[in-house]
């Protein structure tokens, strides 16, 4: 049974961040993290998928340590094993900064990137849809742009403000949404001289 659960993981172990480079394992961590300790019906309901569709992946996410056993409850006179991620937290920051770990997270980024396709999908179907507006939870975008060096420690301090906001979204009456971002030079780059 878990303990109390720590604010933050970095996972940068290699066995961890192929775990990570799952769509639906990405998803189930992710719900765990906002929403748990929840029961694999629980948390299955949230996905979208079978119960039985996620004991495997449960049980990798247990093998590499990234959501831990938190307990058990019982419904309608059945136990139920509730689970939840190590941390509230879960970063790659780590492995995202080391070389050796270049083609694991890439891996994470195309599966992240699947599982944005598929939350956006659904996302499309939500009678909780909301086009336009203040409370607007559904759009897309896909920029280009040439930031200046101090246009740029702005954008990064907006996503910094931004993934505190949605790391602090805990109301459990609120529907939850889902933000993705990547942020990639793609031009050729300057040449050394």
């Known amino acids: 049974m878990a303990g109390k659960r720590a604010e933050s993981h970095e996972a940068s172990d290699p066995r961890q961040l192929e775990a990570v480079a799952n769509p639906r394992r990405q998803d189930m961590l992710a719900r765990l993290a906002a929403s748990g300790p929840l029961s694999i019906r629980e948390l299955a309901e949230q996905v ?16 590499v340590g990234l959501v831990v056993e938190a307990g058990t409850r019982v419904r309608n006179r059945r136990r139920e094993q509730l689970y939840e ?24 980024v195309a599966a992240q990137a699947r599982q944005l396709s598929r939350d956006f999908r659904t996302g499309q179907q939500s009678p909780a849809r909301i086009d336009d507006g203040d409370f607007r939870n559904l759009t897309f975008f896909r920029l280009v742009g040439r930031p200046a060096p101090e246009q740029l420690a702005k954008i990064n301090a907006c996503l910094g403000e931004i993934t505190e906001l949605l790391w602090n979204a805990n109301d459990p009456d609120a529907e939850p949404v889902v933000l993705g971002c990547v942020l990639a030079p793609v031009g050729k780059g300057k040449r050394a001289q």
């Open 48 to 63: 979208g998928a079978r119960p039985t569709a996620l004991y495997h992946h449960i049980d990798k996410l247990l093998a």
């Open 85 to 108: 991620t190590v941390a509230a937290r879960l970063r790659l920051a780590r492995a995202h900064r080391e070389p050796a770990h270049a083609r694991a997270v890439a891996k994470i």
